[in-house]
């Protein structure tokens, strides 16, 4: 049967109430937000930096050169509709696996034999570079078909029981070159990714070191702010002043992108699950499980007391997260944002399989929406 919705008109593009849920969107008494692709549009921030670190461990784990830039935002946007790549670690892990096993045999061949990296194999991958991409675009696939869920687990239990044995002995090498799993400093690929977005000033506050592998400008400083003042107010007055954050990065990103707005949102109920991966020698916070574990989002709607949360978010792992509350305890309604998507139709469609609530382009829309359903 298929789900019907309503369409309605905002500022910033079409946007679909579902048909029955009028009432469960206007019982709603507190909102939380998902950071990126929500309040902020990560595009040119932390999904360039995805690619830029896959392009650079690539390189010098195999000596070539990968024109990543155009491939990247769909393959990206592929692995995220899984749910299971929250972590954008993991996302540039499973890239440099899918690429690792997308080089031509012969070469493969040459490095099994070698069992070392970083290699310099000449133009043997270089005149192979569409293959690859081809290659990597085909694994994805099989990788969605095979009902992978959870990150570089799944990856590496996907490559396990899929790929030959001589790409098995490859992407070993690749897991002892890049240190993953595993967290800054101690990991070369999550070091480097994170002094790239970070930038080398807000990595040593992250981490309490300096940058090894990065000096320059962070990639954060493109982050793009979705929301104004003035949204946040009016989104406080349709809520009580009671809107929190849930989202997977350290609190000090938060902090650095969004400045004084950060005062609009409860922070004692906000939860920064990126705060759990700097390590339990800098103190910071309880650990929470990455999305699409409905812990964090429990843990707000307490923390607010709410008896019906809206939670607005992106992404697949933020509806399975909130589907997961809904089944198990109830008390959660959700919005999906499509507005900072690499692909925009794609996404709505996902949202509408999905049977979310409130799909709509922007978060700066959602108080037209309130003010709608208010009247009538």
């Not at 970070?198 to 000096?215: D, M, Q």
């Not at 939860?271 to 910071?284: C, L, T, W």
């Not at 139709?345 to 309130?370: C, H």
Request: proline residues 5%; contains cysteine.
């Amino acid at each position: 049967m298929t789900t019907r919705y309503t369409h309605i008109g905002t500022e910033h593009g079409p946007a679909w109430i579902r048909k029955g849920s009028e009432r469960a969107l206007r019982s709603t008494d507190v909102a939380a937000f998902d950071c990126d692709g929500v309040l902020v549009d990560t595009r040119k921030s932390y999904d360039a930096t995805t690619v830029r670190v896959v392009k650079r461990l690539i390189g010098e784990m195999f000596g070539v050169r990968l024109p990543w830039g155009r491939e990247a935002p769909r393959l990206i946007h592929k692995l995220r509709k899984t749910g299971g790549f929250n972590n954008d670690w993991d996302t540039t892990y499973a890239l440099c696996l899918f690429a690792t096993c997308s080089m031509p045999m012969r070469f493969k061949e040459a490095l099994a034999t070698a069992r070392r990296l970083p290699v310099t194999p000449g133009g043997a991958v270089r005149s192979a570079v569409p293959a690859v991409f081809a290659g990597v675009n085909r694994i994805i696939v099989e990788y969605v078909n095979s009902k992978g869920q959870v990150g570089h687990s799944s990856i590496d239990r996907f490559v396990g029981e899929t790929m030959s044995a001589v790409d098995q002995e490859i992407c070993a090498l690749v897991r002892a070159y890049t240190g993953y799993p595993g967290s800054p400093p101690k990991s070369r690929l999550a070091t480097l990714y994170d002094e790239m977005y970070h930038g080398p000033v807000l990595f040593k506050e992250l981490y309490g070191v300096g940058p090894k592998y990065f000096a320059g400008t962070g990639l954060i400083a493109r982050d793009r702010v979705l929301v104004t003042g003035t949204d946040l107010r009016r989104l406080s007055e349709c809520f009580g002043d009671k809107l929190a954050i849930d989202t997977g990065r350290p609190r000090k990103a938060v902090e650095y992108s969004l400045g004084d707005l950060l005062s609009f949102f409860d922070l004692d109920a906000s939860v920064f699950i990126g705060d759990g991966e700097i390590g339990p020698e800098r103190e910071v916070v309880p650990h929470f499980e990455k999305k699409p574990s409905p812990a964090s989002l429990l843990y707000v709607r307490d923390k607010l007391g709410s008896s019906n949360l809206l939670y607005v978010g992106d992404s697949a792992e933020d509806v399975m997260m909130a589907t997961d509350v809904r089944t198990s305890s109830g008390g959660v309604t959700f919005a999906g944002v499509y507005g900072a998507s690499h692909d925009t139709r794609d996404q709505v469609e996902f949202f509408r399989r999905e049977g979310v609530e409130l799909i709509l382009p922007s978060v700066s829309d959602l108080p037209g929406v309130y003010r709608r359903l208010a009247r009538n």
